[in-house]
């Protein structure tokens, strides 16, 4: 018993932060995030038994990460309202790091803005790499619901962060 502990204890501190980095995408918020993996390693613990052996342990905690998401969505029918702009940078000197963050704050902005639904497509489809069905299959919506949500999100960041529309997916390629 000891020895399935230590195994699980190892996982947790090797995959937290990633799992902690997708969920922090899917929800748009730290503090949900961290309340996702939580959930997410729980249940994770509960099933370890049977999931070590196999090898399935991080794809189970991602899916209970996905689907804890998606009963929130179910659940939670208020908006979110984002507070105003963030404030220039007081120094803008125009060096690349202070570009790269800015760059940065400003996706990470037009994230936020997105419906959970749109965010959660766009972190399975193109921060995890997963293909419209298996993005479809693991959110328990249909394909074309994926397709809709993801067309919809990119619209949107597109029009948020005009650097963006340089960028061409590879559409109906299942990709």
């Not at 342990?57 to 209970?64: L, Q």
Request: charged content about 30%.
């Amino acid at each position: 018993m000891a020895v399935a502990e230590d195994e699980y204890v190892a996982f947790v501190r090797a995959r937290s932060h990633a799992l902690l980095r997708s969920a922090y995408l899917l929800t748009g918020d730290q503090h949900l995030a961290e309340d996702l993996v939580q959930e997410a390693l729980a249940r994770t613990h509960r099933a370890w038994s049977r999931l070590h052996e196999l090898g399935n342990a991080e794809a189970y905690a991602r899916r209970v990460m996905y689907h804890q998401q998606v009963s929130v969505w179910r659940r939670r029918r208020t908006t979110e309202v984002l507070s105003g702009d963030l404030p220039e940078p007081a120094d803008r000197r125009g060096d690349d790091d202070s570009e790269s963050i800015t760059r940065r704050m400003t996706v990470e902005r037009a994230l936020r803005s997105l419906s959970p639904r749109q965010r959660a497509v766009v972190v399975l489809r193109y921060f995890e790499d997963h293909t419209e069905v298996e993005a479809a299959e693991l959110l328990g919506v249909s394909v074309s619901t994926v397709k809709t949500q993801t067309a919809r999100a990119l619209e949107q960041l597109r029009k948020l962060v005009p650097e963006l529309r340089r960028f061409r997916t590879t559409e109906g390629t299942g990709r």
